[in-house]
């Protein structure tokens, strides 16, 4: 019995032939090819041609490997050996097309799969230096334009303080309107690309929704009601007024929300309303919604109206505001760090409905309202100094605008005696000739940037000299440079465009 099954399959796919000098077909087995006796092996296929060659030479068995032959309109991968032997010559042929077939299609997917892997990591590639491009992109031109916006807001407000006719005057508050919006788009820039890269962290605080409410109500009250538009705040009453969350990214996007609302909606009315969705332990999962009776937005355009710098190109009238397209993507960006996702419900015409669901946590019962909360803010006064003397301040900034409006604005308090330097290089060598009571210094200067001569400044073996004040007013805006320039040893650093009076204050801290 195993006889028969080893005839069955070990000679299945092997096939022999005896063939006489000339090639003439003696004998066969017929296995897969079925050969007609007294007919020559070189009518099965033009490689048997080969025979004619090799047959002086064949002391040896000869072999050739995957070899291709056709016969009878069908195609085999085979293997053929060779043999002289009494009675003539042996051919073996071994059918292993399958085998072939096979092992070839696992090489090729094995192959593919590898192309497809190289493909997926330059791809990868690719997307992370467009990525890194685009983050360094946003950075430096936040960083360039922060110069010349430092000096425009110094120059509004020294003319805001001087004697303007009505009109003027009107015209200097337009102005500080639109820096102010200008600020708040370098802002919005600085957090998208802030997002993108991972940098932004969220920083949960115990606040209260019902001042954060009040102050939004506030806000846009007052806008709505220059624009003809009724606007409303709606609160659940379940829901529990201390919270514990991020306060500033919700405002962050609720102000996003509200402004995207408003610049879309000519009439009509536009409602925040807060909706309690569950409340578990000390867990309260908010329904947040911003509706408005504005142009809408198409069907089409509600996946795209989330991206960075894209607008609402084809649904809204020739007369409406054009924006830049950030307050939504920035949106999308702070509430996937929060877990949670902007949806909108809408169409043209017909207004639009922007909605996220928001998980907040509740303290602790013993914690009450006014034991968080901070005293409410008291009408700002005139800053302030220790000393009714003069001052002595070395400004080192090399931008020549930013520098005027500096040096003048700091004159007109009456409070300083100013220096200035243009180089990095040359700042210790003023330390070291005069005694000043504050250096004022760009971080980014030429030749020995400012972070830099603070590392020096701090090092310097003579106390005069290494323990003097320094403030550093940068274009950058990262916290973590921020820390890179506090850890050099700088007192604080404020960020371009700063307040003048944030710049007095905060040189207030340290003049004694």
Same mark, same amino acid.
């Given at each position: 019995?195993?006889?028969?099954?080893?005839?069955?399959?070990?000679?299945?796919?092997?096939?022999?032939?005896?063939?006489?000098?000339?090639?003439?077909?003696?004998?066969?087995?017929?296995?897969?090819?079925?050969?007609?006796?007294?007919?020559?092996?070189?009518?099965?296929?033009?490689?048997?041609?080969?025979?004619?060659?090799?047959?002086?030479?064949?002391? @040896?068995? /000869?072999?050739?490997?995957?070899?291709?032959? =056709?016969?009878?309109?069908? *195609?085999?991968?085979?293997?053929?050996?060779?043999?002289? @032997?009494?009675?003539?010559?042996?051919?073996?042929?071994?059918?292993?097309? =399958?085998?072939?077939?096979?092992?070839?299609?696992?090489?090729?997917?094995? +192959?593919?799969?590898?192309? +497809?892997?190289?493909?997926?990591?330059?791809?990868?590639?690719?997307?992370?230096?467009?990525?890194?491009?685009? +983050?360094?992109?946003?950075? %430096?031109?936040?960083?360039?334009?922060?110069?010349?916006?430092?000096?425009?807001?110094?120059?509004?407000?020294?003319?805001?303080?001087?004697?303007?006719? %009505?009109?003027?005057?009107?015209?200097?508050?337009?102005?500080?309107?639109?820096?102010? %919006?200008?600020?708040?788009?370098?802002?919005?820039?600085?957090?998208?690309?802030?997002?993108?890269?991972?940098?932004?962290?969220?920083?949960? =605080?115990?606040?209260?929704?019902?001042?954060?409410? #009040?102050?939004?109500?506030?806000?846009?009250?007052?806008?709505?009601?220059?624009? *003809?538009?009724?606007?409303?705040?709606?609160?659940?009453? !379940?829901?529990?007024?201390?919270?514990?969350?991020?306060?500033?990214?919700?405002?962050?996007?609720?102000? $996003?929300? /509200?402004? $995207?609302?408003?610049?879309?909606?000519?009439?009509?009315?536009?409602?925040?309303?807060?909706?309690?969705?569950?409340?578990?332990? %000390?867990?309260?999962?908010?329904?947040?919604?911003?509706?408005?009776?504005?142009?809408? &937005?198409?069907?089409?355009?509600?996946?795209?109206?989330?991206?960075?710098?894209?607008?609402? $190109?084809?649904?809204?009238?020739?007369?409406?505001?054009?924006?830049?397209?950030?307050? /939504?993507?920035?949106?999308?960006?702070?509430?996937?760090?929060?877990?949670?996702?902007?949806?909108?419900?809408?169409?043209?015409?017909?207004?639009?409905?922007?909605?996220?669901?928001?998980?907040?946590?509740?303290?602790?019962? $013993?914690?009450?309202?006014?034991?968080?909360?901070?005293?409410?803010? !008291?009408?700002?006064?005139? &800053?302030?100094?220790?000393?009714?003397? @003069?001052?002595?301040?070395?400004?080192?900034? #090399? *931008?020549?605008?930013?520098?005027?409006?500096?040096? @003048?604005?700091?004159?007109?308090?009456? /409070?300083?005696?100013?220096?200035?330097?243009? #180089?990095?290089?040359?700042?210790?060598?003023?330390?070291?000739?005069?005694?000043?009571?504050?250096?004022?210094? #760009?971080? =980014?200067?030429?030749?020995?940037?400012?972070?830099? &001569?603070?590392?020096?400044?701090?090092?310097?073996?003579?106390?005069?000299?290494?323990?003097?004040?320094?403030?550093?007013?940068?274009?950058?805006?990262?916290?973590?440079?921020?820390?890179?320039?506090?850890?050099?040893?700088?007192?604080? &650093?404020?960020?371009?465009?700063?307040?003048?009076?944030?710049?007095?204050?905060?040189?207030?801290?340290?003049?004694?």
């Amino acid at each position: 019995m195993l006889d028969q099954y080893q005839k069955e399959y070990a000679t299945k796919n092997v096939q022999f032939i005896l063939i006489d000098e000339s090639g003439l077909i003696l004998e066969t087995d017929q296995a897969f090819l079925k050969l007609d006796i007294q007919t020559t092996i070189f009518d099965v296929h033009p490689f048997f041609y080969t025979f004619e060659s090799i047959k002086d030479a064949l002391d @040896k068995e /000869l072999l050739y490997n995957c070899v291709h032959i =056709n016969y009878r309109n069908r *195609d085999y991968v085979t293997d053929i050996k060779f043999a002289r @032997k009494k009675d003539g010559y042996l051919i073996i042929i071994s059918d292993y097309t =399958n085998h072939y077939t096979e092992y070839q299609a696992i090489a090729q997917t094995r +192959n593919e799969s590898i192309i +497809n892997g190289e493909l997926v990591a330059i791809k990868n590639a690719e997307l992370e230096e467009r990525e890194k491009f685009k +983050n360094s992109f946003i950075r %430096n031109f936040s960083h360039e334009l922060r110069n010349p916006l430092t000096s425009i807001i110094s120059i509004t407000k020294i003319l805001s303080g001087t004697e303007l006719t %009505n009109q003027q005057q009107d015209m200097v508050t337009f102005l500080q309107q639109s820096n102010s %919006n200008l600020k708040q788009l370098l802002d919005d820039i600085l957090s998208i690309s802030m997002i993108s890269s991972g940098r932004l962290k969220l920083r949960e =605080n115990i606040f209260s929704l019902s001042q954060l409410f #009040d102050l939004l109500q506030f806000t846009y009250k007052t806008k709505a009601s220059e624009r *003809d538009i009724d606007f409303e705040v709606k609160v659940d009453k !379940k829901i529990t007024d201390l919270v514990e969350g991020d306060r500033l990214r919700l405002f962050q996007v609720l102000t $996003n929300l /509200l402004d $995207n609302a408003f610049k879309y909606t000519q009439s009509g009315k536009i409602t925040l309303d807060i909706q309690l969705n569950q409340k578990r332990a %000390n867990r309260l999962n908010l329904r947040f919604e911003v509706i408005d009776t504005g142009v809408g &937005v198409s069907l089409e355009n509600q996946i795209t109206i989330f991206e960075s710098f894209s607008q609402l $190109n084809g649904d809204q009238s020739s007369d409406l505001p054009k924006g830049t397209g950030l307050g /939504l993507s920035i949106v999308k960006g702070l509430l996937k760090l929060m877990d949670s996702e902007i949806k909108v419900v809408s169409s043209v015409a017909n207004g639009s409905t922007f909605y996220f669901d928001l998980t907040l946590k509740q303290p602790l019962p $013993n914690i009450t309202k006014t034991s968080i909360l901070a005293p409410r803010k !008291k009408k700002e006064k005139k &800053v302030k100094f220790k000393s009714d003397r @003069k001052f002595r301040i070395l400004l080192a900034e #090399d *931008d020549i605008n930013v520098q005027t409006v500096l040096f @003048k604005s700091l004159l007109d308090t009456n /409070l300083f005696y100013i220096d200035l330097v243009s #180089d990095g290089a040359l700042i210790m060598e003023k330390l070291i000739n005069d005694d000043y009571d504050l250096l004022l210094t #760009d971080v =980014n200067l030429p030749n020995v940037t400012g972070d830099q &001569v603070a590392r020096l400044i701090r090092d310097f073996p003579f106390k005069n000299i290494k323990n003097i004040p320094i403030i550093g007013i940068t274009a950058y805006s990262y916290e973590d440079d921020f820390k890179a320039f506090k850890k050099s040893g700088m007192n604080a &650093v404020l960020s371009k465009p700063f307040d003048h009076d944030e710049l007095l204050k905060t040189m207030s801290k340290y003049l004694k």
